[in-house]
């Protein structure tokens, strides 16, 4: 795909809305209202809103290599707190996917500059779970593996924040955790325990 090409698809996707719809874009205009925080890997293959079937202002996105939720990185904390005090998202859900080029990187020995500081994260989900990582003998299955594990450790991230409890006490909002699969295109629900999570790390990381 070139940049002419980009604009092309563009007045085609404009007419195909106008026909449709000839208000589209004046109801598009009015604002936003998503139920959904999506939060999940840049890779070019993964794209959130068609992988789920949402229209424009159905799901909040935001993406970074290997769906990461850091502690320091202001960009994810920011969306997420847009998402839950000004959107008023009912559900994050943090979707990783599977032949993720992110997390086999972290895992290679070599020194990638300045992905080095963002992959260690990916790492620390190694070094958490290693025992568990160590008995999968396929490099294929065990970066699967790691993944989802991955996935889990982020939405556990996201429970530590005051942000996010503050929201689950106040009206409900649950963490969800996904993988998508780029062999099948299927969506998984890992099925996180989020309220087991948040009981876990409450005497450490409760925040009022």
Known sequence: MNLDTVFENNEKWIAEKLETSPDYFEQLAEGQSPELLYIGCSDSRVT??????????????HRNIANMVISIDLNVLSVVKYAVDYLKVKHIIVCGHYACGGVKAAMQSKDLGV????????????????????????????????VELNVKEQCVNLI???????????????V?????DVHTGKLIDLKIDFEGYLKNIMEIYHLD
Not at 115 to 142: C, F, G, M, Q, S
């Open 176 to 180: 969800h955790g996904w993988i998508f």
């Open 115 to 146: 992905l080095n500081p963002w992959l260690r994260n990916i790492r620390d989900v190694y070094r958490l779970h290693k025992e568990e990582l160590n008995t999968i003998e396929d490099e294929t299955k065990k970066y699967d593996r790691l």
């Open 160 to 174: 530590k924040t005051a942000v996010v409890q503050k929201a689950f006490r106040d009206h409900g909002l649950k």
């Open 48 to 61: 959130a809103e068609e992988v789920m079937g949402a229209k424009p202002g159905e799901v909040f996105v």
